[in-house]
């Protein structure tokens, strides 16, 4: 269905929020259309606006009309509000009945619904998640949009000749690099010492778990012993993986402690306080206290 719903230049109060469709820009001395399709129709128009405003369009041809003509000689049409799941069918049916790839007709460039990724490659392969797991993928554009992902990386780790790692965990098998976090560890350590693996995705299980991969990489690379309680099986000895035999919890029992900080973690104890109490620095911490190996209090 046509809306009479229009914008002209800048203007955008006349379409609504968060409403998928088909829509057209109209330069007005020329008679000439862009057609085009969003799941927000007046977020797309405010970003065609930004990006031509600053000279910086994707299409050539609507950009050097918006610098020839101006602002205020473009006008914005909802051609048709439909679902999302529906979006690119639409987009080429107006496309073939604007005939808007006719260059004396329209500016767009492409005769198929879609980015020029699309045009490449209907049916993408090779695309490897987060996870680790390939996936074939058959709406570019809509896939991106879906998970965030900028489009114009995507496109080029597909190619295999661009530099970029990955886009958010996302690779390629094409790609040129990749990401150490594409490594599989099987050697990691939890608090509760038990061995935790294989990990392929090391950066995806950090954001899982609330750890930060960085401080992961160094500790499997042996440049810190641990990040909160995790270790790994090569590492170099932790305080806190030693074994205590000298704690006297609050009721006079004596107890053995393997890992000090999940310890704490657990009953709400200070790290630090608990091993003032070896030292001596401090009697006591919640009730808690320390005897030596001679049986002695500290």
């Known amino acids: 269905m046509h809306s009479k719903e229009s914008i002209t230049g800048p203007k955008i109060q006349a379409v609504r929020w968060n409403t998928p469709g088909i829509y057209q820009i109209l330069c007005t001395p020329t008679g000439k259309v862009y057609v085009g399709s969003a799941t927000d129709l007046r977020n797309r128009w405010k970003a065609h606006i930004d990006k031509l405003c600053k000279g910086r369009h994707h299409n050539k041809y609507l ?34 009945k604007t005939n808007c790839v006719n260059q004396k007709i329209g500016f767009n460039i492409y005769k198929t619904a879609g980015s020029p990724a699309e045009q490449l490659a209907q049916k993408w392969e090779g695309l490897i998640d987060p996870n680790g797991n390939e996936v074939t993928i058959y709406n570019f554009e809509s896939f991106c949009r879906k998970h965030n992902l900028s489009r114009a990386i995507m496109w080029k780790l597909a190619k295999g000749n661009n530099k970029n790692k990955a886009c958010q965990g996302w690779t390629h098998k094409n790609s040129v690099r990749k990401r150490d976090y594409v490594k599989t560890y099987d050697g990691f350590i939890s608090p509760d010492g038990k061995l935790v693996g294989p990990i392929i995705n090391l950066a995806a299980f950090c954001r899982k778990n609330g750890l930060d991969n960085t401080h992961m990489v160094a500790v499997f690379r042996g440049r810190i012993c641990s990040h909160r309680g995790w270790t790994y099986k090569t590492s170099r000895q932790r305080m806190d993986q030693k074994t ?55």
């Open 63 to 96: 950009q050097n009309a918006w610098n020839k003509y101006g602002p205020n000689s473009f006008e914005f049409s909802v051609l048709e509000f439909i679902e999302k799941r529906n979006l690119l069918e639409a987009k080429q049916r107006w496309i073939d």
């Open 244 to 298: 205590y035999n000298g704690f006297i919890n609050p009721n006079g029992q004596k107890i053995t402690i393997t890992n000090l900080a999940a310890f704490c973690r657990e009953n709400n104890l200070q790290k630090v306080h608990m091993h003032e109490l070896i030292s001596g620095k401090r009697k006591q911490h919640k009730g808690w206290t320390w005897r030596n190996d001679n049986g002695q209090p500290c």
